[in-house]
């Protein structure tokens, strides 16, 4: 059990401090920035059970936001993947979250550009393209409620001050997922 929890509270080493997410809107051809709102950006790897809290949580965002905020998930589908890498509840949750955009992203060159590298990790920008904040939007990993993250996003997008400007991401790497569908390992 105490193995779980260490798991469940454990952020991804690879986004724990990302500094490859970029300060100013990068150039990318599939992903256009909102003008006129905050957009925030979420990459996904659809076979994460830990990102369900995360799709959850934008959600919320989304509800919270009053149309001040666009978003876009990026649904990351590796070299090689089944032809039904898509077909995820992850997938269909995102779907019914009014106003979000999805994005899917072969190979993860999307994902790359917005120095996403862990499922789940979020980037937000202002109006001008200036990065905001980057992080997680939940306290562990399939952990629902308040978190850092979300009030952080919050305080933004309603012109509030926040100190918080990052914060760890816990989810799978977006390269590759340690658990499919079946429930077993990959390798």
């Not at 809107?25 to 059970?49: E, G, Y």
């Amino acid at each position: 059990m105490a193995d779980l929890v260490r798991y469940q509270m454990t952020p991804s080493a690879s986004a724990a401090v990302s500094l490859k997410v970029p300060r100013q809107w990068p150039a990318c051809p599939d992903i256009v920035r909102d003008s006129k709102r905050f957009t925030l950006v979420m990459a996904l790897h659809p076979q994460c059970p830990c990102s369900r809290a995360s799709v959850h949580e934008l959600a919320e965002l989304m509800a919270r936001t009053g149309g001040r905020l666009a978003a876009v998930a990026i649904f990351v589908v590796p070299t090689g993947a089944p032809h039904d890498w898509l077909n995820t509840d992850l997938f269909e949750q995102a779907r019914q979250i009014p106003g979000v955009n999805l994005i899917v992203d072969r190979d993860g060159a999307d994902a790359r550009r917005f120095g996403a590298s862990t499922s789940g990790q979020v980037a937000l920008y202002d109006v001008g393209g200036r990065l905001l904040f980057n992080g997680g939007i939940t306290d562990g990993r399939g952990h629902e409620g308040d978190n850092a993250g979300l009030s952080a996003i919050l305080d933004l997008v309603h012109d509030r001050t926040s100190s918080v400007f990052a914060t760890p991401v816990y989810g799978c790497p977006l390269g590759a997922c340690p658990i499919n569908r079946d429930g077993a390992t990959r390798p």
